[in-house]
C-alpha cells in the first residue's frame, strides 16, 4: 500500500465518520488560501476530493487532488 492509498483511506474515513473538518491549503492555481479554516468534505473520489468552505461568506465547493495533500500543499488539522 502505498502513501497515497493511506492518505485517500484517512480522508474518505474522516468524510464518512465526521465530515466536518480544518483544514490548511496554499495553492497558486486556482488561487486558494485557507489557514484553520472549517471545511466540509462533499465527496470523496478517486483521484480528487470536493470541500466546501465558507471564507468569503458564501458557499464555495473546491476539488482537491490527494496529491497535493502528499506534496504538503494541502494539511488536514484533524488527526484520524
Known sequence: ???LD???QK????YSVSPKIHINVRMNHPRLELKNDP???KGV?????TIEEYTT???RVH???YVDI???NIEIIEKT
Not at 45 to 49: A, D, G, H, Q, V
Open 1 to 3: 500500500m502505498t502513501q
Open 11 to 14: 480522508v474518505n474515513y474522516l
Open 6 to 8: 493511506v492518505i485517500k
Open 70 to 72: 502528499l506534496t504538503g
Open 63 to 65: 476539488s482537491l487532488q
Open 45 to 49: 473520489y478517486k483521484n480528487i476530493f
Open 57 to 59: 461568506g458564501v458557499p
Open 39 to 41: 471545511v466540509v468534505i
